[in-house]
């Protein structure tokens, strides 16, 4: 564990550091002091998303905001056979090992996005860990791939697009990579101006990287071929810990799915409700996020 520079002027209070795991080094921002609570990003940002609620919650819990793997300042590993490494089993043992490195053997869980798709798998993996977890702005993976219609592939046409055979997305991409974030972003984003214009400067470093948007195509890749095989030889396990489930009610997931109705053979305590916002919650509706988060946990 090595401390490095980081972004105070962003996240202000917090530490950085590069935890070494066996098999990556993940990116970790610390701060506050409490009980513990995992943060994890969704793509195509970085752990830099929470940075407007991670120093509200930092008053009450240690908080512990890392890049996920392939993504931010992270390890990209390759994507080995059947893309094993981008799978969210593996993901998620990346975090946990995060945690028990930090001393931490049990803690809470935010995901947003793919963060969340981790976090759901470190919840069916690892139930011993997690005390309360809550997802951000997605229904699970299988079902939004079973679902799928013309009106889900319009609006999410990066299912379908990053999932292509190496090196066709890498490539396309690599014509004008900030112009595909910025894109991205504009379509999910309901509120303008929501991106803070240094957290988006931090986005584009990142993409700019080729070794991150190969990454981020085999996280994709794996989300459609080994995740599945996971998600159907677990199709009978619960997340056992109390769950919360917001989504953004202008946003994808809350327009086209009964979001609580996704989940309800999932887990065994389940509660939730839409937000007011488009996909990133953290970064469109900071306080109503927070005053969800705060009755929770």
Same mark, same amino acid.
């Given at each position: 564990?090595?401390?490095?520079?980081?972004?105070?002027?962003?996240?202000?209070?917090?530490?950085? $550091?590069?935890?070494?795991?066996?098999? #990556?080094?993940?990116?970790?921002?610390?701060?506050?002091?409490?009980? =513990?609570?995992?943060?994890?990003?969704?793509?195509?940002?970085?752990?830099?998303?929470?940075?407007?609620?991670?120093?509200?919650?930092?008053?009450?819990?240690?908080?512990?905001?890392?890049?996920?793997?392939?993504?931010?300042?992270?390890?990209?590993?390759?994507?080995?056979?059947?893309?094993?490494? $981008?799978?969210?089993?593996?993901?998620?043992?990346?975090?946990?090992?995060?945690?028990?490195?930090?001393?931490?053997?049990?803690?809470?869980?935010?995901?947003?996005?793919?963060?969340?798709?981790?976090?759901? @798998?470190? +919840? %069916?993996?690892?139930?011993?860990?997690?005390?309360? %977890?809550?997802?951000?702005?997605?229904?699970?993976?299988?079902?939004?791939?079973?679902?799928?219609?013309?009106?889900?592939?319009?609006?999410?046409?990066?299912?379908?697009?990053? /999932?292509?055979?190496?090196?066709?997305?890498?490539?396309?991409?690599?014509?004008? =990579?900030?112009?595909? %974030?910025?894109?991205? /972003? &504009? @379509?999910?984003?309901?509120?303008?101006?929501?991106?803070?214009?240094?957290?988006?400067?931090?986005?584009?470093? #990142?993409?700019?990287? =080729? +070794?991150? @948007?190969?990454?981020? #195509?085999?996280? $994709?890749? &794996?989300? &459609?071929?080994?995740?599945?095989?996971?998600?159907?030889?677990?199709?009978?396990?619960?997340?056992?810990? =109390? %769950?919360?489930?917001?989504?953004?009610?202008?946003?994808?997931?809350?327009?086209? $799915?009964?979001?609580?109705?996704?989940?309800?053979?999932? &887990?065994?305590?389940?509660?939730?409700? +839409?937000?007011?916002?488009?996909?990133?919650?953290?970064?469109?509706?900071?306080?109503?996020?927070?005053?969800?988060?705060?009755?929770?946990?």
């Amino acid at each position: 564990m090595r401390q490095v520079r980081g972004h105070p002027e962003i996240l202000p209070g917090f530490n950085w $550091y590069d935890i070494s795991l066996k098999e #990556c080094l993940i990116r970790t921002a610390i701060g506050g002091s409490g009980p =513990p609570l995992l943060l994890l990003h969704g793509h195509p940002q970085t752990h830099l998303t929470w940075h407007r609620v991670a120093s509200v919650l930092a008053e009450n819990f240690s908080i512990i905001a890392t890049d996920l793997r392939g993504y931010g300042d992270s390890s990209k590993p390759e994507g080995g056979p059947g893309h094993i490494n $981008y799978s969210k089993r593996a993901m998620a043992l990346d975090q946990i090992q995060v945690m028990k490195e930090l001393g931490f053997d049990r803690f809470s869980v935010i995901g947003h996005d793919r963060g969340a798709r981790v976090a759901h @798998r470190m +919840a %069916l993996d690892h139930p011993e860990a997690i005390d309360r %977890l809550v997802l951000v702005d997605i229904a699970p993976t299988a079902t939004m791939y079973a679902r799928t219609d013309m009106e889900f592939a319009r609006r999410y046409f990066w299912w379908f697009f990053l /999932i292509q055979p190496y090196p066709l997305p890498e490539r396309l991409i690599a014509g004008d =990579p900030d112009f595909f %974030l910025d894109q991205h /972003i &504009a @379509r999910q984003i309901k509120k303008p101006g929501a991106v803070d214009p240094l957290v988006l400067r931090e986005y584009r470093r #990142c993409f700019a990287d =080729p +070794a991150t @948007r190969h990454a981020i #195509c085999e996280d $994709y890749r &794996a989300a &459609a071929s080994i995740d599945l095989v996971h998600d159907a030889a677990d199709e009978d396990k619960r997340i056992q810990a =109390p %769950l919360l489930i917001l989504w953004g009610a202008q946003g994808t997931v809350g327009a086209l $799915y009964d979001v609580l109705q996704t989940w309800d053979d999932k &887990a065994t305590d389940i509660r939730g409700h +839409a937000i007011d916002c488009g996909h990133s919650p953290q970064e469109e509706a900071p306080s109503e996020l927070l005053d969800a988060l705060e009755a929770f946990l």
